[in-house]
């Protein structure tokens, strides 16, 4: 029972472009949203969040976007850099509830 | 100076064995957990601790037995290893039982149980 997607497993982009990963979920009752990245040999770390109450955070780089009435979240990294390269997970709350969490999608950005 | 430290990082036993995980976080959060990140790369919630108490148990079986000697310190004892216990194991912190600081992960303990 998959509440949360991330359907790509992997995303190529070159590096100064655009990098979108893309988050669907079931739970409408889901109010809260992060974004985590995770290099290799460590624990995900946390980057970007969004409440049900915005459709749009930014901090940086980096923006998350919600879609509630798709049950959809994305994140844009603009311009994506070499660094950036790391799997990217999803995560969802309701309410006062712990986090869960996608699969991850895999972003290798090329110089 | 890791904020939330696990060990070991890697550890590898066999079936029938008991094992323990460590896990201590410097950041004075009150709210501990633990994840696990099973071969379909998902990363499940088995336990949640707040100032010691336990306050959500996933279906976790009950060789998985979690202890918090204190606020700062989650332990995770597995009794009877199973092959299909082999996974990574992340301890997490929050400051308290919301997410909305989200979680400081520490970097794993690798499990694998041959």
């Known amino acids: 029972d998959q509440q949360v997607k991330q359907n790509s497993p992997s995303l190529s982009v070159q590096e100064g472009r655009i990098s979108i990963l893309n988050c669907d979920y079931t739970?409408?009752?889901?109010?809260?949203f992060l974004w985590y990245k995770k290099y290799p040999a460590e624990g995900p770390t946390f980057l970007i969040s969004i409440s049900s109450i915005k459709d749009k955070n930014e901090d940086g780089r980096f923006t998350v976007f919600l879609n509630k009435s798709a049950k959809h979240l994305s994140l844009h990294i603009v311009p994506s850099q070499p660094g950036d390269s790391a799997v990217y997970f999803c995560a969802a709350s309701e309410g006062y509830s712990t986090l869960t969490f996608g699969k991850g999608t895999m972003l290798l950005v090329s110089p | 100076d890791t904020a939330v430290s696990q060990t070991p990082k890697y550890l590898v036993t066999q079936m029938g064995n008991d094992k323990s995980i460590k896990c201590e976080q410097n950041l004075g959060h009150d709210t501990m957990y633990w994840y696990k990140q099973d071969s379909k790369k998902f990363l499940k919630i088995m336990f949640s601790y707040n100032n010691k108490e336990l306050i959500i148990n996933e279906t976790v079986p009950n060789r998985f037995s979690p202890k918090s000697p204190d606020k700062a310190h989650l332990n995770l004892h597995i009794n009877s290893l199973e092959l299909g216990d082999s996974a990574v194991y992340f301890c997490a912190s929050s400051h308290d039982p919301t997410s909305l600081y989200g979680y400081t992960f520490g970097s794993g303990t690798r499990l694998t149980v041959v």
């Open positions: 739970n409408s009752m889901f109010d809260y």
